[in-house]
């Protein structure tokens, strides 16, 4: 495996190939966490992993140089899937200073023991000399917690981006160029849709600044280093912090006796007849992993659940409440689904949900009593070509 | 009427436009705004803002 990014610069991270829970986001692909070692005069790791691996990152590190010559140990995230191991790390390595900024000091401080340390403190803009390179820091709040920063190393051209660019993915490449294009923008789009998609006014800001840097390579702390395709990943990216819609329509349903289930059936035959993109999930078959990914770039999306105790169904309630808190922009839709006796269920709840994630309610929700009759199924049919229709202008526009 | 950052997340209050998806009418000062306010970036109250001296 070639781990080296520049003459001195390699990878030293952790590969994790069996994890499928990453805090609720379904990681298909495991990840990875990644840490890098530049040697100079001065030698620095740049983050660390997990804390249960961090015994593989030592081994990494000694494999190229001695503990005891670890100057520096830069952390550019919080957040334990980086900053676990460095407990580890900073006893392992007895000569190093961790180098952060005050918030993550703050951070690193209420999750470990941190009296040991070494600490020195970096402001938005300071720089740190290696000997023939530099560490140059800017502060990237909320990409992706309050504290996160971005490492720049100006004479190389080499961009730590930290979250930001990342990927879930366990590869037994480290470099963009190794991997299918489209599996690997695929990965960034799921990361991005999962993790930072709220995010999207100061990952845009953080962009503006990164477009002032010359950059030629991107090392983030998850998936695969970009070198060959910053284009196309840039590109991508400023699409997500709009949440950019394609001609796109999305069913998405939970159903108990199959009542819901032929309304969104009808739907989406409605969708097709438009020759739009259509896609269709049943909240119990599909992780909401994947359904905020494809929201993030759908232009109109139905939302659809049987009454159940006087409201929606549990499955559905979780899924919308992941959505809401990534605050997916750019949608429009309608609600539907069945129920029993009481109007106030499913479609209602569903429909309140959606008013509060600020989707644009195209239509007054759809609902039937018990199983619906061919009238609502061709009100749901007529409800899909009109969203068709709204998700190819809406996109063009 | 003076605008104020988020110490969190960086997001700026500007009393001109207020911030109105939070029922924050345009024109507002910030000292004017009901103590139950969040930051509509990262949720923080009204505590974790800083006056932006000109
Ligand atoms: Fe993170
Ligand atoms: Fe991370
Ligand atoms: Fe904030």
Known sequence: MNITLKEGIDWVGYIDWTVRDFHGYKTESGSTYN??????????????????????????????????????????????????????????????????????????????????????VVEDGDTLSLGKRTLQFINTPMVHWPESMFSYVPEEKLLFSMDAFGQHYASAFRFDDEEPLDVILHEAKAYYANIVMLYGRPISQTMERAAE??????????????????????????????CKPRPKVIVLYASMWKATEKMAEAILEGAQECGVEAQFFNVDSTHATRIVTEVLDCAAIAIGSPTLNNSLMPAMAGVLCYMSGLRPTNKAGFAFGSYGWSKRGGAAAVEEAMKEMKIDILRESIRSQYVPTEEILEECREAGRMLGKYAEQFAKD | MKKYICDVCGWIYDPETGDPDSGIAPGTAFEDIPDDWECPECGVGKDDFSVIED
């Open chain 1, 35 to 120: 840490s890098y070692l530049i040697r100079d005069e001065k030698n620095a790791v740049i983050d660390a992993v997990k804390a249960p691996y961090v015994h593989k990152l030592v081994e990494h590190i000694e494999a190229l140089t001695p503990l005891e010559s670890i100057d520096y140990v830069v952390c550019n995230h919080a957040e334990p899937d980086h900053s676990g191991g460095l407990p580890g790390l900073m006893k392992a390595c007895p000569n190093a200073t961790l180098v952060c900024n005050e918030k993550c000091k703050v951070a690193l401080e209420k999750h470990y023991d941190t009296s040991a340390w070494k600490w020195q």
């Open chain 1, 213 to 242: 840097l010359e950059i030629e390579m991107i090392a983030p702390s998850h998936g695969v280093i970009w070198r060959s395709h910053l284009k196309e990943v840039f590109a991508a990216y400023q699409k997500y912090v709009v």
